[in-house]
């Protein structure tokens, strides 16, 4: 897909891109945009290290008891609760 991209089709993507926010803008639109890209690749090792962190942990196994089946009126129960809770914060 992107090697079907000719030289022609980018010049005019860019001079697109310098009409819309103007030669002046664009060094500041590019230096925002690379601020925030590094900040989203420190957002995303920090996440990946967090779980790094927690794989050990969860390779234990959890004892847990069997989960029981509801009934419907305790589903229509804690609807009902969560509905009021709604109107109560509204």
Request: proline share 6%; charged share 35%; net charge neutral.
């Amino acid at each position: 897909m992107l090697r079907d991209i000719s030289l022609w089709q980018v010049l005019i993507l860019v001079g697109i891109i310098v009409i819309l926010f103007g030669a002046k803008r664009l060094p500041d639109v590019t230096r925002s945009v690379g601020k925030s890209l590094r900040i989203l690749k420190t957002e995303v090792k920090s996440l990946r290290d967090e779980d790094d962190e927690a794989k050990p942990a969860a390779a234990e196994p959890e004892q847990r008891p069997a989960a029981q089946p509801l009934e419907g009126r305790a589903v229509d129960e804690a609807r009902r609760e969560q509905r009021d809770e709604q109107h109560r914060a509204s």
